[in-house]
């Protein structure tokens, strides 16, 4: 949409590596929050605790979680620092993190190499479509018109594009959704799907 006296509505959607990687160390830590988020496919999986080390990790890996799919909504008050072996994939607060890093540092390798995949595999998939990502969100949003009777509100949303193990969407952050790969690959299920996300928003 375009000119200043109608409204604007920016959706972005990725498969950022980041946000992956978050994914992939809270799988590979056995932490269950978010618990309505699915698993990612094809990493691995551990056992989760119920003891007071579990739920500290838990605590700065949700903490974490946040800085990763909204940074600028969720500003750190101290210094952040890159974690090492996620080259520039993780960062973390210096200062309140010292578990969560040192139980990070053996997944960095496996972690980084899935997140890169799955990112590049996204990429690959969504050049080959190319206008489609928009017509998608634009359809949805023109069916949103339809339906109310007015022209949608200004609003944006992020989208990621994540290997999950079930079909669906999900919130993860005020203004950033989770879509299934296989879902937003299937055009017929993700437009109803898309749909309430919209109807929130618009």
Do not use: K
Request: hydrophobic share 50%; glycine share 6%.
């Amino acid at each position: 949409m375009s000119g200043a006296e109608r409204p604007e509505w920016v959706v972005r959607e990725d498969a950022s590596a980041t946000v992956i990687v978050a994914l992939f160390v809270r799988q590979a830590l056995g932490i269950r929050a978010p618990e309505e988020l699915p698993h990612l496919r094809g990493a691995p999986s551990a056992q989760p605790e119920d003891d007071d080390d579990a739920r500290l990790l838990e605590r700065q890996w949700l903490a974490y979680w946040a800085m990763a799919v909204e940074p600028q909504a969720h500003p750190s008050p101290v210094p952040l620092d890159l974690v090492d072996g996620f080259e520039t994939l993780a960062v973390l607060p210096v200062d309140g993190f010292d578990e969560l890093r040192a139980a990070m540092a053996p997944l960095a390798e496996a972690a980084v190499a899935f997140a890169r995949r799955a990112s590049d595999r996204y990429a690959l998939q969504a050049r080959s479509g190319s206008a489609s990502s928009y017509r998608a969100y634009a359809s949805a949003i023109a069916e949103h018109e339809r339906r109310v009777g007015r022209r949608a509100h200004s609003f944006e949303l992020n989208v990621q594009v994540l290997p999950l193990t079930q079909r669906g969407v999900w919130w993860i952050g005020s203004l950033t959704i989770a879509v299934t790969d296989g879902l937003r690959g299937d055009v017929a299920a993700f437009d109803p799907a898309i749909q309430p996300i919209i109807a929130e928003l618009a």
